[in-house]
Structures are given as structure tokens and as C-alpha cells.
């Protein structure tokens, strides 16, 4: 990882400053990316704003930015993007600062903020050695999400079409996701969308994807494959519940999109679980009738109080093995299991040893 250190005026700097809201931020002669497309919005707050100001005014020392290295003499902001903006903003007469824009400033007053120094690391290196770096340095300010990390470091024209298509304010898969009900929780603007996307599609292996394609002219990929997702979603789950927006729903299709299975019965599955009180996790329970796994509705636990009703009931004895334990070497377990109509009731509880438990819940 190369990291050099440099002094740039604030005048250099701003030359070219130029926001265009969701459209990106750029400034350095067209040659810095502060804020890249569809990036997160600003963020600091005009107290925040103003200190900064305030510190170049007084020449005390700006915390250190970082840039990273896009291009043969293009860059883009890691770090130091709400401090930047705050300065061209303020240069570029958006707001003013105890009653006085920077165009009422003496042009004594102005040359000392212009010609202020930043203290700039230019870092450059492999894509694993960026990301590694960033994640390290991501510790002032707003902090990056790891998504924003990882578009710093895999930058291309894949990234800005997927950005296009996933991290704008009412962007396509946002319009998508929410048509007929939200199936898909986060912001897009603060690329969990994009991460959401990236995530299903190669199993978790986000910077393993995106290294791949990098670059790819497009991400269209990505996007049919959410497409399908969200269209397999409503064709498999007719009814909107609020609960499925935080469904992992692109695991579920990757395993089971080619599963054919009865819409209506399902549906009718899903409302009879949805009144179980024994089912903690009910957004566990679109997992579950396609898996049939009870480790994702978390079913309610016994209480102690019905623990050790059953253990004082058994005088410690465990209702397998027909060994004596004390009660902290037990575990509850249901006489009828759950799935059978067992209900986390007291008369249902039994207490099995340890290892006869876990043998019967095969844990």
C-alpha cells in the first residue's frame, strides 16, 4: 500500500467546485471525486459546518483527509468528505459564517482560508490492501458504511451502473422493492441496497463479486438477478406482511427457486404460524415453510418458574437416561414436541440431562 502525504491549498483544491446533489460532487479541476454519484448525502450540520470554517480561519490544524487514486491523476475522497464540502460550499457563497459570506471577507481574510494548507494522504494499492487500509483509518467523522468502503476500492464502470441502479433516492430496485409492499429494509443512498443485492447474489461474498466485475461495462447482471428475486418473492408469498422486509429473501431463492410449491397452501401455513404465540421470530417463518427448520421461528422458551415446576415434579430425575441431576445440569424440552402441537406450556415441560437433549434436538 503506497500512502504519501501532501500539502494542497484550499484554493487548489476548490477550483472547479461543482455540487450537484445526488448527481456527485467534484472540485480539484475536475479531478476529485468528494462525493461520487449517488453517494450518501451531506450529512454535517451547520454547527459541524461552521467549525470548520472557524478552524481555517483561525490556521489551526484540520484533521488529515485521504484520497484514493481512481485514475492517472483522478481521486476520489475516503475520508474528509462532509470537512470538504463544508469549504466549498462556504468558498462558493451557499452560506455564511457569523453574518459574513466569503465574498464580503476582506481579500486579506480570503487569501488566508484559500490559501490554508490541507494535510492530504494520497493513498494507492491493491484492491485487499485499500480495503484493509480504509477499514483501519474509518474511525472520525460520519463514518463510511463498509459498502461506501468498498465502492472506494472497486471503482469502475460496473460500480457506477450498479449505483445508478441501487444507491439513488427512488432508484429502480428502491421502486421495485417496494411496489406491493417493502420486501427490502435500508436506505440507497447509503448503499445498503446495493450491499443487500451483492450479498444474495454471490452467498456473502460481496468484494469477491465486485472485484470479478469490476470492470464490467454494466451491472446488469446484478440486476436481473434482483429482478428475479423480488418477482419469485410475490409469486411464491401473495400476501404482504410487514415482517418480510427483513427476510434474507435472495438466500431463500438461490435455494429454492426451482422448488415447486403451492402458493395457497403456503399462504395458509404462514396465517395459522403468524397467531402462534410460541413463535418468537415471525419473520422466520417464510424460512420455515420452506425449510421446515425450527431454529428460525426461535420458539419460545419455558419459563424458570416452569423449569422447575418440572424438575421438582421428576425429583431430578431425567425422564431418559433415569439419572439424577441438579437442576443447572438439565435442560427443558418439550413432552409433545412443537411442530406435533406442543405448546411452551407448564404441563408440557420435561427436563432432560444435557446430552439427552441435545442428542433429541440433535444439536
Known amino acids: ?14 477550483a472547479g467546485y461543482k455540487d450537484s446533489a445526488e448527481e456527485g460532487v467534484v472540485a480539484y479541476g475536475g479531478k476529485l471525486d468528494i462525493r461520487p454519484k449517488y453517494q450518501r448525502e451531506f450529512v454535517y450540520n451547520g454547527k459541524q459546518r461552521d467549525a470548520v470554517i472557524e478552524t481555517i480561519k483561525k490556521s489551526f490544524p484540520l484533521n488529515v483527509m485521504y484520497w484514493v487514486k481512481t485514475g492517472s491523476g483522478v481521486y476520489e475522497v475516503l475520508d474528509g468528505q462532509q470537512r470538504t464540502i463544508s469549504i466549498g460550499q462556504y468558498v462558493g457563497g451557499d452560506y455564511s459564517l457569523g453574518g459574513y ?21 494520497f493513498c494507492e494499492g491493491t484492491d485487499r490492501e485499500k480495503l484493509d487500509w480504509f477499514k483501519i483509518i474509518n474511525i472520525a467523522g460520519e463514518k463510511l458504511t463498509d459498502q461506501e468502503l468498498r465502492n472506494a476500492v472497486y471503482t469502475g464502470s460496473w460500480l457506477s451502473d450498479a449505483k445508478l441502479k441501487f444507491s439513488k433516492t427512488n ?27 451483492l450479498s444474495w447474489i454471490n452467498n456473502g461474498n460481496i468484494e469477491e463479486y465486485m472485484g ?33 422486509k427483513d427476510v434474507a429473501w435472495g438466500e431463500l431463492y438461490n435455494a429454492y427457486k426451482d422448488k415447486k410449491v403451492d402458493a395457497a397452501k403456503l399462504e395458509a401455513k404462514i396465517k395459522e404460524l403468524m397467531l402462534d404465540d410460541d413463535i418468537t421470530n415471525k419473520k422466520g417463518i417464510y424460512e420455515y415453510v420452506l425449510t421446515g427448520s425450527e431454529r428460525s421461528l426461535s420458539i419460545r422458551m419455558f419459563k424458570d418458574k416452569e423449569k422447575r ?23 427443558a424440552d418439550h413432552i409433545t414436541p412443537w411442530h406435533e402441537g406442543g405448546k411452551t406450556v407448564a404441563e408440557n415441560c420435561q427436563m432432560l440431562c444435557k446430552q439427552d437433549n441435545r442428542t433429541k434436538s440433535g444439536k
Open 1 to 14: 500500500m503506497k500512502i504519501d502525504l501532501h500539502k494542497i491549498a484550499v484554493r487548489e483544491v476548490v
Open 101 to 121: 459570506f466569503f465574498h464580503n471577507l476582506t481579500d486579506e481574510e480570503q487569501n488566508q482560508i484559500l490559501d490554508y494548507e490541507l494535510m492530504i494522504y
Open 171 to 197: 432508484c429502480a430496485a428502491y421502486l421495485l422493492a417496494h411496489d406491493g409492499g417493502q420486501l427490502v429494509s435500508g436506505s440507497p443512498i447509503r448503499q445498503e441496497y446495493l450491499e443487500t443485492a
Open 212 to 244: 470479478k466485475h469490476q470492470h464490467d461495462q454494466g451491472a446488469d447482471e446484478l440486476w436481473q438477478y434482483f429482478q428475479d428475486v423480488i418477482a419469485w418473492v410475490r409469486k411464491t408469498f401473495t400476501t404482504y406482511r410487514k415482517e418480510m
Open 309 to 331: 415446576e418440572a424438575y421438582e415434579r421428576q425429583d431430578g430425575i431425567c425422564v431418559k437416561c433415569g439419572k439424577h441431576f441438579e437442576l443447572e445440569e438439565m435442560e
